[in-house]
């Protein structure tokens, strides 16, 4: 299994409140990614990542933003949270090799109350 | 409009049952790959299918890339319960950002 861990697992938080995600990969991969998943919607790309310190929007990423100071670390973090980004998120990369297949981290839950 | 069209949303079907679910578009891919989540998990890859017309098998799963790289299928032959996930097919973009689009995906429940 790709060494990638999310962290925390599990989240609680208030509307209006900031919050960081972590993303950790042990595998040197470039190219990092967060998505999130909500019923009907399958996998949406937030911000992606090619490189240190080298960022970029996806197609929900309003809300959201993302820092990469180090090749294993991506965090994403929420401005402000509201009741719609109540999700799943998920962490994945991708080497430079292939056909940019991705492995995913086991994803974090996250409520906004 | 979705980029990728997944079919059908939800299938519950008896162990032994063989099935069918579609992954179509009207883009043409240079690519495509197919995952299987399972509840709690994240996504892992089965399979990429590079050229038009290709069959891939894993199994009892085998997978196909249209001729025209439009659509791609995947055939379960004798679902197991261990079967069950959602099903969700995949393209890279084509700008080498390496970012992947998701289909909806497809839910697979395979009843003992």
């Known amino acids: 299994d790709a060494g990638i861990t999310q962290s925390p697992r599990h989240k609680v938080t208030e509307t209006g409140t900031p919050v960081t995600l972590r993303c950790h990969q042990t595998?040197?991969?470039?190219?990092m990614y967060w998505y999130r998943q909500d019923p009907g919607h399958g996998l949406r790309l937030i911000h992606y990542s090619y490189g240190v310190k080298d960022t970029d929007k996806g197609e929900v990423s309003d809300g959201y933003s993302v820092s990469r100071s180090k090749t294993e670390d991506f965090l994403l973090t929420l401005e402000s949270a509201t009741s719609s980004q109540t999700s799943v998120y998920f962490c994945?990369?991708?080497?430079?090799?292939?056909?940019?297949?991705?492995?995913f981290g086991q994803g974090t839950r996250l409520t906004v109350v | 409009t979705q980029l990728l069209e997944q079919s059908p949303q939800f299938l519950s079907i008896q162990e032994g049952e063989n099935l069918t679910v579609y992954c179509n578009s009207s883009?043409?891919?240079?690519?495509l790959q197919w995952y299987r989540q399972e509840p709690g998990e994240g996504p892992v890859l089965l399979v990429t299918v590079v050229t038009g017309g290709e069959v891939k098998k894993l199994k009892r799963l085998t997978f196909q890339f249209g001729d025209a790289r439009k659509d791609s299928s995947l055939h379960i032959t004798a679902a197991q319960p261990g079967d069950t996930g959602l099903y969700l097919c995949a393209v890279a973009g084509d700008t080498g950002r390496r970012a992947l689009t998701f289909g909806s995906g497809t839910r697979l429940q395979v009843q003992p």
């Open positions: 595998e040197n991969h470039r190219y």
């Open positions: 883009s043409v891919f240079s690519s």
């Open positions: 994945a990369i991708s080497g430079d090799r292939g056909r940019a297949e991705a492995f």
